[in-house]
């Protein structure tokens, strides 16, 4: 039935045409050609919401990091500065001081999330007792926006009415200043942050581990191989590309938080928890230096973009 | 057939006639309406202003729309947005060319920035015969030219004044002291037995206000004629070391993660015997018993050495844009004028800009504290008077003051710091006037 060798077409799934004779390759050819306008302009609506909404401000944003603009000026327009807005940044105290305050936020908050995560994990996925509970409660932090956690939060480690400190004095523990302290305020910001997604790891981790094939496991029962050792040799190796998942999107989200931030500290003591987010809207929407946040915020992009190519680089090895 | 309308030529007429009849009865119903909208000389006009969320005058705000609707037929809508929201609100619209706002209420401080787009109202004052006296005389010094080189150019009317206040436990306190080595003798004295001398609010954007009190009573200007810092003096050294000192001697601990709400908590519940801050956040609680430990055993004082936190003013400005520029005046006129003063003042608990009606002999009755308070608005000073980048270099200010306080930076290089980065603000757009307070 078919005109020609090559892999049926939807033209020629179609069958002979009504007068009989078999359709000419041209024909198919025209009939592909209008398929695939057919296909763009069902596309196109989408693409044009993306053109407008994703990567017109993003270009947009790039041309004002090259340009000076400080919005609070009377009549203030956008003025060419080159790559100076960039080469600012590494001379900025405050902006270098954010990247170190990111860094040790994200790194620590990952760490601690994911190990105390797989923890959980291992233990949502046992026979215990009461796992339904543990699941439940679990659920709690999830359910909450982030403003509301930091707003919590800040009232249970307030200095003199927090609930954090009575329970502290109950043990014989003088009252912290935590939020009020540099060397307390950002480990308070890491915990609350810890606290709201750790339920994230540990649900996608445990997901993961009941995905694995029982196999394994009982013959290494058979064996007689410890639970440490099917922990190491049999559930990790298995479990690495769920691993490489969590920690992508655990890590571009912990680059990201603000509202925590925001809500406990505003970025102090001094500027002790100020995270470049934090700097970028501070910068960008409090004093309007349009031209060096935009800066900020594509240095900031690329960070994440290198990080997030190590990941998926590392994930397609193991594919 | 059954059912149809048997429409007969009687019928027709008697159709015809009976709505003529109502035509013209509706003309005449009409007439009495066009006699009324005379009355109500705004009439199918809609007025869209934009404040500020969760501020304390917006209750007074409705409150005034709906009696000028009633009285001029204009439409009032309002817009609340968070502080934060509000210049990016303003700039967005006004660099899209899109304004849809007719009027903005909040700091004078926006003014610096967008009075290009403002409309000038000195005229409109003169022809509505509008009543300037009786304000605090900062009102004056500071609400004209606020660009500088616009010399007695008005922009806005103002709804709101303030500054810190002091208030002090009456019961613990007789007479407050007056200069700042008895101020600090005090606090010791209080500070005792797990309860504190002082509280205070003290994340980086409360603490320039209590730098600015113990800097200005000195006597000394944040900056030169030509725009040179001086708060890296000797005088603004002793000014943030006193501030650190009190802090450190007299203050609770972790005080520096405490917010307005938190700071006026601890005076509510008598665990700091004073408080400097703002007074929206205490006042309407003192003499409420289920939220207060103090009921009647507070009262209000001054800085001492005439010290003051910085002044601030909400005004109430037109957009040059609005095509209702009359009625827009008229309506700020009305929520702004002396008829209004002592409402905001007694029924909404908003501190009147009009002096005259604080020490009214029936105001003082009710709030005996404001005389005291009155003194110290009529000399207090804005920050940075008339300079667009006037937030950049407050929140310098205030996060070096944060990075001192909690020990991370010296006082000095601190406000070297600090002075440094106020310079390279200030060239950024070089002021074409003189500085002065």
């Known amino acids: 039935m078919t005109a020609s060798t090559d892999a049926p077409r939807v033209a020629d799934r179609m069958g002979p045409p009504a007068w009989g004779a078999a359709t000419s390759e041209p024909v198919v050819r025209q009939r592909h050609t209008r398929e695939r306008w057919v296909s763009v302009l069902f596309l196109a609506p989408s693409i044009l919401f993306l053109l407008i909404t994703s990567v017109y401000p993003l270009l947009y944003s790039l041309w004002l990091s090259f340009h000076s603009w400080n919005m609070m000026l009377p009549n203030s327009r956008p003025i060419w500065y080159g790559l100076d807005n960039y080469r600012n940044l590494w001379e900025s105290e405050a902006f270098r001081n954010s990247i170190r305050v990111t860094l040790i936020f994200v790194v620590s908050a990952v760490t601690i999330e994911f190990v105390l995560g797989m923890g959980l994990a291992l233990l949502a996925t046992s026979r215990i007792r009461a796992i339904g509970l543990i699941r439940t409660v679990l659920l709690v932090p999830l359910m909450m926006a982030p403003v509301v956690a930091g707003v919590l939060w800040r009232t249970l480690f307030h200095s003199t009415y927090g609930v954090v400190n009575w329970l502290l004095d109950l043990v014989g523990i003088a009252p912290q200043p935590w939020l009020g302290s540099p060397s307390q305020a950002l480990p308070a910001v890491i915990t609350v942050e810890i606290w709201q997604n750790l339920p994230v790891v540990a649900f996608v981790l445990a997901a993961g581990i009941q995905s694995l094939p029982v196999d394994l496991y009982k013959a290494a029962a058979v064996d007689g191989a410890s639970s440490w050792q099917v922990f190491r040799r049999i559930t990790l190796p298995m479990l690495r590309p769920v691993i490489i998942v969590v920690l992508l999107l655990r890590i571009m989200d912990a680059f990201k938080v603000f509202d925590i931030v925001f809500t406990m500290t505003y970025g102090g003591p001094g500027q002790t928890t100020e995270l470049l987010s934090m700097l970028i809207y501070k910068t960008g929407l409090r004093f309007f230096q349009i031209g060096q946040a935009s800066a900020m915020s594509w240095v900031f992009l690329i960070v994440i973009f290198i990080i997030s190519l190590f990941f998926i680089r590392k994930l397609q090895q193991n594919e | ?437």
């Open chain 2, 1 to 437: 057939m059954a059912g149809n309308i048997d429409l007969t030529r009687r019928s027709l007429l008697k159709l015809a006639g009976a709505t003529a009849g109502l035509a013209a009865a509706g003309r005449a119903g009409l007439a009495p309406s066009r006699a009324r909208a005379q009355d109500k000389p705004y009439a199918g006009v809609t007025l869209r202003g934009l404040t500020q969320g969760g501020i304390a005058y917006n209750a007074a705000l409705h409150q005034f729309s709906a009696e000028f609707e009633e009285q001029t037929g204009a439409k009032i809508e309002w817009d609340e947005q968070p502080w934060e929201q509000l210049m990016p609100k303003i700039q967005g619209e006004l660099a899209a060319g899109t304004p849809s706002y007719d009027f903005f209420c909040n700091d004078i401080e926006f003014q610096y920035t967008i009075f290009p787009y403002l409309q000038p109202i000195n005229e409109l004052i003169e022809a509505r015969g509008y009543n300037m006296d009786g304000f605090f005389d900062p009102i004056y010094k500071y609400g004209e030219g606020v660009a500088g080189g616009q010399e007695g150019v008005r922009y806005g009317l103002p709804i709101q004044v303030g500054s810190s206040w002091v208030f002090y436990r009456k019961d613990l306190i007789d007479q407050f002291p007056t200069t700042w080595a008895e101020y600090e003798a005090l606090l010791e004295s209080l500070t005792t037995d797990g309860k504190y001398g002082l509280s205070f609010a003290g994340v980086p954007a409360q603490l320039p206000k209590l730098f600015l009190a113990r800097y200005w009573s000195q006597g000394d200007p944040l900056l030169t004629p030509d725009w040179k810092p001086l708060i890296n003096s000797e005088k603004g050294i002793k000014a943030a070391q006193m501030l650190y000192d009190h802090m450190k001697r007299f203050a609770p601990p972790g005080i520096l993660g405490w917010d307005n709400p938190d700071a006026s908590n601890a005076f509510l519940a008598g665990d700091a015997a004073v408080l400097e801050g703002w007074s929206a956040f205490i006042l309407p609680d003192l003499d409420n018993p289920e939220k207060s430990q103090v009921v009647g055993n507070w009262a209000v004082g001054r800085y001492p050495e005439n010290g003051s936190g910085n002044f601030v003013q909400h005004n109430m400005v037109i957009f040059n844009t609005s095509q209702n520029i009359e009625a827009a005046f008229d309506f700020i006129a009305y929520c702004t004028g002396l008829d209004n003063a002592k409402r905001l003042l007694l029924d909404y608990n908003v501190e009147s800009p009009r002096r005259a009606v604080w020490t009214e002999p029936d105001v003082l009755e009710q709030r005996p504290y404001l005389e005291s308070v009155a003194e110290a608005y009529n000399v207090a000073k804005p920050f940075a008077p008339g300079l667009p980048q006037w937030l950049e270099m407050f929140i310098t200010l205030a996060e070096g003051l944060s990075a001192a306080l909690s020990d991370q930076q010296e006082i000095p290089d601190m406000l070297n710091d600090v002075a440094s980065k106020w310079e390279e603000l200030i060239k950024q757009a070089p002021p074409s006037f003189e500085y002065k307070e």
